[in-house]
């Protein structure tokens, strides 16, 4: 294994992430929408777990667990448990819009950077390290994206959810 691939990896892996934290643990106390807040409160955690999956990858202990999209699954429940009035839930600000806007930034930057090392590292174990991330990253990506879509759409967000079709006929 490369020392200074690995630095390179932990170093820069340990800054997005940490930044990622504070942005979401930031927004999550800002944003006026619940759904949004329970969202950024769970990439918190996510990004929490990422620190430990980096630290594992420092000591030389990382193994590399399949990701079953369990933060989707989570987030998925979430939103399907809220019910309620749509119109009440979808109430955002643009702040909240820009938060999203932002995050999805940030999450685009992430996977960049870990797709480049699953496909270019030199030892196995940051290729598999790198993987993993950016499987999750991608999935948070989505999680953003749609969120995104539904408090500025929420309309076409349950036509496109449910598969709606119009037809000219």
Known sequence: MSDAELSTVVDTARKTEMDGRKFYART????S???????????????????????ELARGEFKAPPYDHE???HLTTVFSKAGGDV???????PDDIEALDIAIGMEDESMAFYRRYAETGVSEQVRD????????????????????????DTG??????????????
């Open 28 to 31: 999550a106390e800002k944003t």
């Open 33 to 55: 929408n619940p759904l949004a807040r329970k969202m950024f409160e769970s990439l918190v955690a996510a990004e929490e777990s990422h620190l430990r999956f980096i630290d």
């Open 71 to 73: 933060f989707s699954r």
């Open 87 to 93: 119109k009440s839930l979808a109430a955002s600000t």
């Open 129 to 152: 390290f790198c993987k993993r991330m950016y499987a999750e990253e991608q999935d948070h990506w989505r999680i953003l994206q749609s969120t995104r879509d539904y408090l500025g």
């Open 156 to 169: 076409n967000w349950y036509m496109v959810q449910e598969g709606w079709s119009f037809d000219g006929g």
